[in-house]
């Protein structure tokens, strides 16, 4: 009885200090995303805030491994998309639930993601990227190729959503995001993040002491697959369709720009950035004709005033109160 007490403590310390550890402005932003969800009449901002909150969790499952090791993942779509048709699949043929379409998606490309990063994380640099490239490829083909169980070009429509009405669907997507970032920052704050990290400095060093980096960087691979695996599913279920963008390129590319734009390998400064850019690209509906290329220019000029992303500018980097509300307490 006594160890139990004690290993309850301990976790809800632990839990306690990854809360304290987050970024305030992210605790706020899903405070105010919930509050408009009980008081926002429009269907177009609930249906807009559940783009954005899934490209949050989109960028910062990216984040997660290619942060730390300033390695390059251009097919994130391998894994949204691979569990975004696993949940249309289970809920459209087996009838299974939403509550156990997610996590059965998120762990299918978990284990996807473990097999590719044993594979392409012994490379390095653009062969890695590469490699990853090909992968999301050849799932888009897959799902053209096997129409008979993807539904072609059209997809597949009739999924089930999580509740009956955007607002809750929202508050649902809101909860898994928050769940998502809160394991996402311990696993930041553990010992494996710490070595993620390390091999972005000098990995040879990291070698040289005897740490397993292939291991890390593996398992860093299939938490980051996870999680955007349970985005996947999250569109899948509040969009009630997926198709083949799901997987395409042009979605791994855009995720890879937010997150560089957000600043990479600092996890809530490619959300605030998810959110932001999600948020302008509806706004430029109003000039629908020149949307692409006004998006697209303001990414390029983005990235090009602030190469390094924006949460690790020189400015945030000395004014540390900012700098701690907006990106969470480091180390």
Not at 211 to 223: D, E, L
Request: charged share 10%.
């Amino acid at each position: 009885m006594s160890q139990s007490l004690h290993f309850l403590r301990r976790a809800t310390s632990s839990l306690a200090d990854v809360i304290v550890a987050m970024s305030p402005a992210f605790l706020a932003m899903v405070a105010g995303i919930v509050v408009l969800s009980f008081t926002s009449g429009s269907f177009y901002v609930l249906e807009v805030l559940v783009l954005a909150v899934i490209y949050m969790q989109f960028t910062a499952s990216w984040d997660i491994l290619c942060g730390p090791t300033n390695q390059d993942n251009f097919g994130l779509a391998f894994f949204t998309g691979s569990a975004g048709y696993c949940a249309a699949i289970l809920n459209k043929s087996l009838g299974l639930s939403p509550w156990l379409t997610v996590p059965a998606a998120g762990a299918l490309a978990a284990v996807a993601g473990l097999g590719i990063g044993w594979l392409a994380l012994r490379l390095r640099g653009p062969y890695f990227a590469l490699l990853t490239i090909v992968f999301a490829a050849v799932l888009f083909k897959c799902a053209y190729i096997f129409a008979k169980f993807t539904g072609g070009e059209e997809g597949i429509s009739g999924i089930r959503s999580f509740t009956d009405s955007v607002e809750t669907d929202l508050l649902v997507c809101v909860a898994l995001l928050f769940v998502s970032v809160l394991c996402m920052t311990a696993f930041m704050r553990s010992h494996y993040g710490l070595i993620l990290r390390a091999t972005r400095h000098n990995e040879d060093a990291a070698v040289a002491s005897g740490i397993n980096t292939a291991h890390y960087k593996i398992v860093g691979f299939g938490v980051s697959a996870f999680f955007a695996g349970i985005g996947g599913a999250m569109f899948a279920h509040t969009h009630m369709q997926v198709s083949p963008e799901l997987m395409a390129g042009s979605l791994s590319i855009l995720v890879v720009l937010m997150a560089v734009a957000g600043g990479r390998g600092s996890l809530f400064g490619p959300i605030f950035a998810a959110a932001v850019l999600t948020f302008f690209n509806e706004w430029l509906r109003v000039v629908e004709v020149y949307r692409p290329i006004i998006f697209t220019g303001s990414l390029i000029v983005l990235i090009y005033v602030f190469p390094s992303g924006v949460a690790n500018t020189a400015i945030l980097a000395r004014a540390r109160g900012l700098r701690r509300f907006l990106l969470g307490r480091e180390g």
